[in-house]
């Protein structure tokens, strides 16, 4: 690199256009409390790229600042034949926290949780009990918002934050200040799921249990806010005909990236050839009224337009827990009116384009007005199509235990210019009926 003398913050901006020696060229210039602060910010993927590519005798410094849950992240990123050196630079009692850890898959709950949090016996006094806690946050590093106490197998009995106890007399006992209404997951969870849980109750953080009941780690925020972002972009590339990528964008190689979206775009073709098939039903229509053809991409692309608005909306509602299977009826009930309405507007809106066309330029002939109310009808009936569509989809695949968000934009698009023709033609044959057809 011509400069290696530059900020923290200038290199975090720069990294994902780096290479791998320039990363290690530019982290290695940054002073020490600085380097810290940055490698704890990086994603473990590039954690592990980087802790891979420094002098050996560097990895064990940089590993061994990390909590487990953390450190097991990093390993998972690296590639297989890695992850038994890396787990070696770890000390025993740490290495033995990330094998545990490395048990479970990575979009679960147990892969997430940080087996370091503070827990309390519920005989202890109050004065006991924060004792211990300064003694216990001295010695090893903790995320602390709440203390659990449990039992001797380690069954989660309640919880206390430390406001509970300061707050408390020194002689009362600690099951007296705890709560017992817990909020707690299984560490079999998948992480949208545990997402979710998040959200609805506001939490901080969250203990992650067996399925005996036994507390085996914690989830903070901080973990959570990165699965919203993995989810949340898993989602947005599956809603735009897209197969989910792993990678950041420009770190894709070309072949993946073509074969991620290739999939995806020949269905979508195959099922536009349909409309072309569509099209050819009404050959004989469109020969009688050549008129009729020039308002097709108007009619199909209205149509799947609503249609891929009605699926985002919906998609999105259902990955924040607002909508569940069972408002299926509620939401088609929404969509009905919206789609009847927005109908409405747009047909308002091509009548009107089409007298003003007429008007000055006597463009459609002596029939104008009928196409004008062929062309209206047929825009309330597929946007109104498209709306139930696009709004119905995400509940009829989630049924079927499949991902809503696989009912993508581009596939209800499709879906609705094919109907869409069906519909406009449909209206065409009535209204023109003994005139143009």
Known sequence: MAQTNF???EL????????????VEGFEFLQRDAADDFFLQLSARDRAELVLALPSGERRLWLRLL?????????????????????????DPTQREVKGL?????DEAGGLMNTRYSRLRADMTVDEAISYLRRDARAR??????VYVVDTEERLLGVASFRDLIVAPGDKRVSEVMRTEIISARDDLDQEALSQ?????HLLMMPIVDAEGRIKGVVSVDDIVHVVQEEATEDIQKIGGVASLQDPYLDVPLLQMIRKRAGWLAALFLGEMLTATAMGQFEAEISKAVVLALFVPLIISSGGNSGSQATTLVIRAMALGEVRLRDWWRVIR????TGFGLGAILATIGLTRILLWQGLFNTYGEHYFLVALTVSLSLVGVVLWGSVAGSILPFILRALGFDPASASAPFVATL?????????????AVVLHGTLL
């Open 7 to 9: 900020s923290p913050s």
């Open 12 to 23: 975090y901006d720069a990294w994902q256009v780096l290479s791998i020696a320039e990363r």
């Open 67 to 91: 909590a487990p849950d953390d450190a097991a992240d990093l390993i998972q990123e690296a590639p297989a034949e890695e992850r038994d050196h890396l787990l070696g630079l770890l000390d």
């Open 102 to 106: 490395l048990v479970y898959a990575e």
């Open 141 to 146: 590093e903790k995320t602390v918002y709440y």
């Open 197 to 201: 849980l998040f959200m609805r109750h």
């Open 334 to 337: 929404r969509e009905v009116v």
């Open 416 to 428: 609705v210019d094919v109907t869409g023709l069906v519909i406009y033609f449909t209206v065409a």
